[in-house]
């Protein structure tokens, strides 16, 4: 198994450009995350989603959209890029829907760059 | 918010000792759970602990939860020079399926 595959790894946008992150897991796992990671704020959660067809916001969705329409993928698209949103973005998923006590698969990140 | 607050926000240790972590919380748990980050790489699982425990233990880690007083503690054992990473604890709450996390301890362990 691949575990969580993130890609790209790198990006550079400028200002007002979208982009889609993707995230692909093959554990056959309901349960997809995005987070973002900012010095000293720790993760902060963007979307999820239970299973296919189904998505909640986080904490800090303005900015994002994504969608669910496979187990296996999870995008998340940035509609136009603003220099706020530069950050390192995480993937995660986990067998079941988080309140059974499943823990969390990270994938190894994109490093996002907003100029 | 409902994050965790995790104390303290950097430790540095010599190899041998022990390292605890503590956490803290806001509102009712499902459960809590501890990962950890090594330097440009995603976070990994260590160990989850619910509501209903008291403590776990897991190799050299052992975990502590609280729930009258709202905190979690995280003890590495005997801690190496590979334990050096970034620890961060989660609590999934009792309303919504979501995991929120902690701003994270920086554990440095020196040989």
């Known amino acids: 198994n691949a575990g969580v595959t993130q890609t790209p790894k790198f990006q550079v946008l400028k200002t007002g450009q979208s982009m889609t992150l993707q995230c692909a897991q093959d554990m056959n796992h309901e349960y997809m995350s995005w987070y973002r990671q900012d010095p000293g704020m720790g993760l902060r959660l963007i979307h999820y989603?239970?299973?296919?067809?189904?998505?909640d916001q986080g904490e800090v969705p303005n900015g994002y959209n994504v969608s669910r329409s496979t187990t296996e993928d999870f995008p998340l698209r940035l509609l136009s890029a603003a220099p706020s949103q530069t950050s390192v973005y995480f993937c995660a998923s986990s067998y079941r829907v988080i309140t059974y006590n499943s823990p969390l698969h990270f994938g190894n990140g994109t490093r996002l760059t907003v100029t | 918010s409902q994050q965790g607050e995790e104390d303290p926000q950097a430790l540095s240790i010599q190899e041998g000792e022990n390292a605890t972590m503590n956490c803290s919380y806001k509102?009712?748990?499902?459960?809590l759970q501890w990962y950890r980050q090594n330097s440009g790489r995603g976070l990994v699982h260590l160990i989850l602990i619910r509501s209903n425990e008291r403590e776990k233990h897991s190799g050299r880690l052992r975990v502590t939860l609280d729930t009258s007083k709202k905190s979690s503690s995280l003890l590495i054992t005997a801690s190496r020079a590979a334990d050096t990473a970034s620890y961060f604890c989660?609590?999934?709450?009792?309303?919504?399926?979501?995991?929120?996390f902690g701003q994270g301890t920086e554990l440095s362990v020196k040989p």
């Open positions: 509102t009712s748990i499902n459960n």
């Open positions: 989603s239970v299973g296919a067809g189904i998505t």
């Open positions: 989660a609590t999934v709450y009792n309303q919504g399926g979501k995991l929120i």
